[in-house]
Structures are given as structure tokens and as C-alpha cells.
């Protein structure tokens, strides 16, 4: 059951044979659909920059394990993902120490930071960093399950798959992340 396209699996067999031209041709295809959706996951056009670089040096590292049995984003994706969920280990590391260290220094609590989303397709950059504040309130097993859905188009059965949960768990996720993000978005004034 081979589901890659015939194109991206011509391109794979290009770069295996040597042609690192055929791998940009890939990269060009989905870079900004990786980026984009990274940077929500994230809440850090930075780190989603980071992220997806590493995801794709990666995965040109890792293509000759690549089977076939799912679409080439979606293996890239997963990569993606993974990379994605140790850059969030290493930033609460580092904010943690940061949080100790501004503490131990000043006595006081550090002010916390708006993240900056321009490349979500919202209205204003307003509207933009408010939804990213909400996303980013939600915990990590709900904010992804909701990004993976609304804005990636994953179907459950796919995240599923890629966050090695069972169907029902996806679905509650998705049920109370939304209803969540609907209470965070409801508390915040609007400036449309």
C-alpha cells in the first residue's frame, strides 16, 4: 500500500541517488505549511524557523527509512513534531532557569512575554497574537490536537496515528480544547 504521490516519490528517489537538488524541491513544496504550522504549535515564529530546519535536515538524514505507507508531509510532519515537543523541553528548561535566576536577582516575578504570529491568515496582527496567547494558555496535548485539526486538516484517525493515542482520547483532546480556547478567547477583548 504505497500512499506517497508519484511526484514526491520520484523526487525521494532522486535524492536517495544523490540529486540534493530533488530534496529543495521538496522543501520548496512544503516549507510554509511546516512553518506555519509550527509557529502555532510553538507560538514563536523563531523557534518555528529552528524547528523546521532541523525537521528537514532530519529528514533528509532519515529518507532511506522512509516506507511509503504514509504521504511524504505526513513523515516529515511527524519529524517535525517530535522536534517540535524537545524544543518545548528545552525552552521550559531554560525559562525555568530564567524564571530562578530573574527571581534570585531581582526578588521579583519576570513579566511574561506577547508572542508575535504575522503569518497566521487572520485578520490583524491583533486578532493574530491574541489567538496565539489562548493557544498558547492551552496545555500542550490540547493545543496540538486542535492545530493538528483546524489548521493542518488532520483527520482524527491521522492524529491518532501520530501522537500514538487512542480515537476516543483525540476526540475528547479536541472537544476540550476548543471549548477552552473558546472560554480564553471570551475573557480577552476582541479589537475588531
Do not use: C
Request: net charge negative; no cysteine.
Amino acid at each position: 500500500m504505497v500512499i506517497v504521490n508519484a511526484d514526491d516519490g520520484r523526487l525521494i528517489e532522486r535524492t536517495l541517488a544523490g540529486d540534493t537538488q530533488a530534496f529543495g524541491e521538496l522543501v520548496l513544496r512544503y516549507q510554509d505549511r511546516l512553518y506555519g504550522t509550527l509557529t502555532h504549535l510553538l507560538g514563536s515564529v523563531h523557534d518555528a524557523h529552528d524547528v523546521a530546519q532541523d525537521a528537514f535536515i532530519a529528514a533528509f538524514d532519515k529518507l532511506d527509512t522512509f516506507r511509503q505507507e504514509s504521504s511524504f508531509y505526513s513523515w516529515l510532519f511527524r519529524i517535525a513534531y517530535h522536534a517540535a515537543v524537545n524544543n518545548r523541553r528545552k525552552q521550559r528548561r531554560h525559562q525555568h532557569l530564567s524564571v530562578e535566576g530573574q527571581r534570585e536577582a531581582t526578588g521579583a516575578e519576570p513579566a511574561e512575554s506577547r508572542p508575535n504570529d504575522p503569518a497566521a491568515p487572520l485578520e490583524s496582527l491583533e486578532d493574530q497574537q491574541r489567538v496565539q496567547e489562548a493557544l498558547n494558555e492551552l496545555a500542550p496535548e490540547f493545543r496540538d490536537v486542535l492545530i493538528f485539526k483546524e489548521l493542518e486538516g488532520l483527520r482524527y484517525e491521522e492524529i491518532a496515528v501520530l501522537l500514538e493515542i487512542p480515537l476516543g482520547t483525540v476526540r475528547s483532546r479536541i472537544h476540550r480544547a476548543r471549548h477552552e480556547l473558546k472560554e480564553k478567547l471570551s475573557r480577552t477583548p476582541s479589537t475588531g
